[in-house]
């Protein structure tokens, strides 16, 4: 008997009522998630009195996740219905984040637990990200891509513009771990939210015959993301882009905290300045994806993001003129960045058809996800070793050495999304068992 014919969806993304409630959802998450970004390492750093090793390791904690779990997660998400998962992992994130203003008010709190707490939200976020990047293309038409996830990075970067103040305003006059407790109120609401979606999920693609291997899954999609020429080139630019920015931002707190003696209102303003280019860049991002081509875009865009780090660590003088250029920096960063970015993702979910997306997907993240962890913990030794502001000229000059990887591919001379074959490769099998020697 042959399966139903997929829903017709509206062809305008607004008048989509399934769409609007992950959008809405997603983007509530989004600003619990940024809040904690600034409360939890200033919790580290001024309540519990962390080391640059200590805020090295706990940003690492966000990060070691993608190395361990990542694989096989994606085999998971490609296995079953995605809606569920995130569900699931947005009820327990507002849990496992719950718990750290209650032990801190309890006077339980410390840098090893507190990276414990992250770290198994972290886990849950491994889950949350990869069913999210798969569960988009079963939900908007493919040419509704671009759209989609243009609104997603809008709501990111309108994220990242009023988190940061946000959290600095909630840790200046209540106290961090009030601020980290509005982002388990968000994940608990963005899951309630997403439980109302009423689309059917179509079911995974089944198999003939036995199941392949986890193993041999993995494998299949590791195989994917090195022979599709665009997949690889995204992965490792993003991979050395991620293992020197977490370089970076494993000390920036404490370059702007201990080093430049800002308050953490001030902080708070200065990564406001992110948010501010993020909105700009997603704005920015169909239009010109349009005007230049594909491409063009992702060239211009990654080269403006990738050298703009290096002010960082050439801000000094009076603190005033040092945050000015610190946050001018972090908004041409992120505005060249989530440009880049959306362009980027609709490419990657173009590149290969949905039955494999998860498994793609997660070989990307361990790649690109899994050295920002190396990345923090390197920042962190690097900066008890030689200094802050020595590791912050480092981190810069290897996000510089990134872009090489993208000019040196295919994808500059790229116009649309219409000149990408999504890649159907022949899936993984099992082993057949051998026969029965005669008797």
Do not use: C
């Not at 496992?96 to 637990?113: E, M, S, T, Y």
Request: charged share 10%.
């Amino acid at each position: 008997m042959d399966a139903p014919e997929p829903e017709k969806r509206p062809g305008r993304l607004s008048r989509d009522a399934d769409f609007m409630k992950f959008w809405s959802a997603e983007s509530l998450s989004m600003m619990g998630t940024q809040i904690s970004i600034v409360a939890i390492p200033l919790l580290a750093a001024e309540t519990l009195d962390a080391t640059a090793f200590q805020m090295g390791a706990l940003n690492a904690a966000q990060f070691a996740p993608y190395l361990l779990l990542t694989l096989f997660v994606g085999v998971w998400v490609d296995r079953t219905r995605r809606l569920p998962l995130l569900i699931g992992t947005n009820l327990g994130r507002a849990l496992l984040i719950g718990l750290i203003p209650v032990i801190a008010l309890l006077g339980g709190l410390n840098v090893w637990l507190l990276m414990v707490l992250v770290l198994l939200s972290a886990s849950l976020t491994v889950v949350f990200d990869l069913a999210y990047q798969s569960y988009l293309p079963s939900i908007v038409e493919r040419d509704q891509l671009v759209d989609a996830n243009g609104r997603l990075e809008g709501s990111r970067s309108f994220a990242q513009l009023t988190g940061p103040g946000a959290a600095g305003l909630l840790v200046g006059t209540l106290t961090a771990p009030v601020a980290i407790a509005v982002n388990a109120a968000t994940f608990l609401v963005s899951g309630v939210t997403q439980l109302f979606i009423r689309r059917v999920e179509p079911a995974p693609a089944g198999h003939d015959g036995p199941r392949p291997s986890v193993f041999a899954q993995i494998g299949h999609g590791l195989g994917l993301l090195l022979r599709n020429v665009y997949l690889r080139a995204l992965g490792v630019e993003a991979a050395v882009y991620n293992l020197f920015n977490q370089m970076l931002w494993a000390v920036l707190i404490l370059h702007l905290t201990r080093g430049l003696d800002l308050p953490p209102t001030v902080i708070g303003v200065v990564l406001t300045m992110s948010g501010v280019g993020a909105l700009l860049g997603s704005t920015l991002s169909a239009r010109l994806g349009r005007r230049w081509g594909l491409g063009p875009t992702l060239i211009v865009s990654i080269m403006i993001a990738n050298v703009a780090p290096l002010a960082i660590p050439a801000a000094g003088g009076h603190w005033l003129l040092a945050a000015v250029v610190i946050g001018a920096a972090l908004l041409v960063n992120a505005a060249g960045l989530v440009v880049y970015n959306i362009q980027a993702i609709s490419l990657r979910q173009a590149s290969v058809t949905s039955d494999v997306l998860g498994r793609t997907n997660a070989g990307y993240r361990f790649a690109v996800t899994g050295t920002a962890a190396i990345g923090a913990v390197a920042g962190g030794a690097l900066g008890d070793l030689i200094g802050l502001r020595a590791t912050m000229v480092v981190a810069a000059l290897g996000t510089i050495f990134a872009v090489v990887f993208v000019i040196r591919s295919p994808i500059p001379k790229l116009r649309d999304l219409s000149e990408v074959v999504p890649e159907e490769p022949t899936p993984p099998t099992a082993p057949v068992p051998a026969a029965p020697k005669p008797g």
